[in-house]
Nanobody, 120 residues
C-alpha cells in the first residue's frame, strides 16, 4: 500500500486549501484512512479519519466545522477540505491507512506529507 499526499501550500489566514491522498495497492482489509498533522517541533496529531466502506468522518475538536474529510472510492483518493484556516494550522499534513480506525498514529501505512503554511 502506497499513499501520496498533495495539495499543500501557502495560504492567508481565513483562506481554504484542499489536500488529496491517493492510495495505490489498496486492499479491502485496509479500510481505515486518516489525516494527521505535525507542526515544527511538535508531535504528530490526529486531524480526522474515515472508512472507505462508509460511515461519517470523525474529527479532532479544533477542526470541527472547518475541515471536511471525503473520499472518492473510484479514484482511491481521500480529501481534506480545510476552510477558515488559522496560523496554528501550519504543519506538515500526513495521510495514513490501515485496518483499524485509530485516532492515534497506529496506522501501518503513511504518505510522505504535504506542507501547509498559513500566514497571519
Amino acid at each position: 500500500v502506497q499513499l501520496q499526499a498533495s495539495g499543500g501550500g501557502l495560504v492567508q489566514a481565513g483562506g481554504s486549501l484542499k489536500l488529496s491522498c491517493t492510495v495505490s495497492g489498496r486492499t479491502f482489509s485496509n479500510d481505515a484512512m486518516a489525516w494527521f498533522h505535525q507542526a515544527p517541533g511538535k508531535e504528530r496529531k490526529f486531524v480526522g479519519n474515515i472508512r472507505w466502506s462508509g460511515g461519517v468522518p470523525n474529527y479532532e475538536d479544533s477542526v470541527k466545522g472547518r475541515f471536511t474529510i471525503s473520499r472518492d472510492n473510484a479514484r482511491n483518493t481521500m480529501y481534506l477540505q480545510m476552510n477558515s484556516l488559522k496560523p496554528e494550522d501550519t504543519a506538515v499534513y500526513y495521510c495514513a491507512a490501515g485496518p483499524v480506525l485509530f485516532t492515534t498514529a497506529g496506522y501501518p501505512y503513511w504518505g510522505q506529507g504535504t506542507l501547509v503554511t498559513v500566514s497571519s
